[in-house]
């Protein structure tokens, strides 16, 4: 079984940074998907960054160009650095984890909080 832990969220003023970290622990395997999803309250839940072990990376919209999926095969870690952020990116960001067995882990989220 795997855990994943998500940390690096925050409160930040808008124009700001942070770096989302993931890191998966546990049994040693295969990580082949490593995605990022957020959920605001009361609205739906949104893939924003997604990740192959082959280095195929695809973002939502709206954080093309500000956002960064990026990943260390070797530490079974993924990150995403958020640049130029705006109040709208305010919410939970979930780590989102298939391995080679292709089983879905899913981490406990990290809030991420953006003021005018």
């Known amino acids: 079984q795997l855990e994943v832990v998500e940390s690096g969220g925050g409160l930040v003023h808008a124009g700001g940074s942070l770096r989302l970290s993931c890191v998966v622990s546990?049994?040693?395997?295969?990580?082949?998907?490593m995605n990022w999803y957020r959920q605001a309250p009361g609205k739906q839940r949104e893939l924003v960054a997604s990740?192959?072990?082959?280095?195929?990376?695809n973002y939502e919209d709206s954080v093309k160009g500000r956002f960064t999926i990026s990943r260390d095969n070797a530490k079974n870690t993924v990150y995403l650095q958020m640049s130029s952020l705006k109040p709208d990116d305010t919410a939970i960001y979930s780590c989102?984890?298939?391995?080679?067995?292709?089983?879905?882990?899913w981490g406990q989220g990290t809030q991420v909080t953006v003021f005018s």
């Open positions: 546990g049994t040693i395997l295969t990580i082949y998907n």
């Open positions: 990740s192959t072990r082959g280095g195929d990376t």
């Open positions: 989102y984890v298939t391995d080679f067995y292709r089983r879905e882990y």
